[in-house]
């Protein structure tokens, strides 16, 4: 691979469009406000990371969240085109200087298709298809996919937020231009962080685009030179990541892990002394000792706890870029094992470690988190359940009253069940946790419209 051909500003459904002559934004500066004046970019706000929705303490949700993560991506990017340049003067007329705007755009557009509630939506979703009613629809799965197609059935099963966020920027929603948000190739690539379909997600349900997209990525990877790795049993396809989504990835790791700690201390589920611990042990004992000195007693903890997580995520965000640089060479040849944060140094490694076990034991499996999951589940997977069955059924008089709450946008009403079972995830996966909170309520009688 190599970066003249990566770094494509190339549009998706208007390749042969060229850039109005008063435009001043870059072509991935256009990617990053194209999104963020989305409404599927807003509706992130009632989506939660981690924590129920706030109540008197502001914790993180996916759209701070991925504001965050969009700021260190872009100071990733920046700094590695930097290096780059250094390194190859060639590159210093080339768009290679756009890196840092590619990672923040694709960086703000890692979540968006993740379904409401996270995980435990996604794990709903999974469930219903492959163990709950909705594993009756496999009869459907027909060798020419008339109806449903093998491919199709291990999108549903495997179902994964990444995939869905490839789709939601590139489908032709009822309604909308070809092309989805009609983004630059290098954009979308950076955002596929499995680049390969739902049959290649064997040991875990990962996977970068559904059958329908497929096509869609294959013609952006060959457009930018992705290297094919060899196939997998059965003719399965499988790419090199684009180097960008090392960049994005690693931003997303540095900011869900540390921003975590923060919330967590902030509801006081980690003390103030656990708290800064945690962050101080990123840095040799000069180094933390320089830092304490900077407060008085008398200091506001949450301002130190603030200042110690910034340092932080500088000291993660300039070690990635130096693991980024150094491998660059196996990065472009597709042999480069692993994540940037599993090749940090010992000293961060082991302190990005402690950070991992701490998440595990007592944020992630705290009362807070496991009751929202618990909840969430529940109320996906009885939506689900009751819009798949309308969908399978629309001339029953439930299925016409359920189907009228469907946006025009989501083919709910197409011909072939294999499309209107997508379309159902896509409706499914576009709600807030708030709008399928009530949905849930209003189906299930337990609240009324206002009159």
């Not at 703000?108 to 996270?118: E, I, R, Y």
Request: hydrophobic share 40%; with cysteine; aromatic share 10%.
């Amino acid at each position: 691979m190599n970066w003249q051909n990566l770094i494509s500003s190339k549009r998706l459904g208007k390749e042969a469009e060229t850039k109005p002559l008063e435009e001043r934004r870059t072509e991935f500066q256009r990617d990053y406000d194209r999104l963020i004046f989305s409404a599927a970019f807003r509706r992130m706000q009632n989506k939660t990371q981690v924590f129920p929705l706030p109540g008197s303490v502001f914790v993180h949700n996916r759209l701070t969240h991925s504001l965050e993560v969009s700021s260190v991506g872009r100071s990733l990017g920046t700094d590695v085109s930097r290096e780059l340049i250094a390194r190859h003067p060639a590159l210093a007329n080339t768009e290679v200087t756009g890196m840092g705007a590619i990672v923040s755009a694709a960086c703000l557009a890692h979540d968006m298709g993740n379904p409401p509630f996270g995980h435990s939506g996604e794990r709903a979703i999974r469930t219903y298809f492959s163990e709950g009613r909705g594993a009756r629809l496999h009869q459907l799965v027909t060798p020419d996919g008339k109806r449903l197609s093998e491919a199709e059935w291990l999108d549903m099963t495997r179902f994964d937020g990444n995939a869905n966020t490839f789709r939601l920027l590139t489908h032709h929603f009822n309604g909308r231009r070809p092309g989805g948000f009609v983004m630059t190739y290098a954009t979308l690539a950076s955002i596929v962080k499995y680049p390969y379909g739902s049959d290649a997600a064997v040991r875990k349900p990962k996977f970068g685009f559904f059958e329908a997209e497929r096509t869609t990525y294959l013609h952006i990877a060959d457009a930018l030179g992705l290297k094919r790795l060899p196939d997998l049993p059965g003719g399965i396809i499988r790419y090199a990541r684009h180097p960008l989504v090392y960049l994005v990835e690693a931003a997303d790791d540095i900011c869900y892990e540390i921003m975590d700690i923060e919330d967590a201390h902030k509801l006081r589920l980690l003390s103030d002394e656990q708290t800064m611990e945690l962050f101080l042990a990123f840095f040799e004992p000069a180094e933390r000792e320089r830092l304490r000195s900077r407060y008085t007693p008398d200091t506001d903890v949450d301002d130190q706890i603030v200042y110690y997580r910034s340092c932080v995520i500088n000291a993660l965000e300039r070690a990635c870029v130096r693991i980024f640089v150094d491998n660059e060479q196996a990065i472009l040849n597709g042999t480069f094992e692993g994540s940037l944060i599993s090749h940090l140094p010992p000293l961060l490694h082991n302190a990005y470690h402690q950070c991992e076990q701490v998440a595990a034991t007592r944020i992630y499996r705290c009362h807070e988190v496991t009751d929202v999951d618990l909840a969430g589940y529940h109320i996906i997977y009885t939506l689900l359940e009751l819009i798949t069955d309308a969908v399978m059924a629309p001339d029953k008089a439930y299925s016409q009253l359920l189907l009228q709450q469907v946006s025009t946008q989501y083919e709910v009403h197409a011909s072939r069940e294999g499309d209107r079972l997508m379309a159902v995830l896509d409706y499914l996966s576009g709600m807030t946790d708030v709008y399928a909170l009530d949905l849930y309520r209003k189906i299930n009688g337990h609240s009324l419209p206002s009159v």
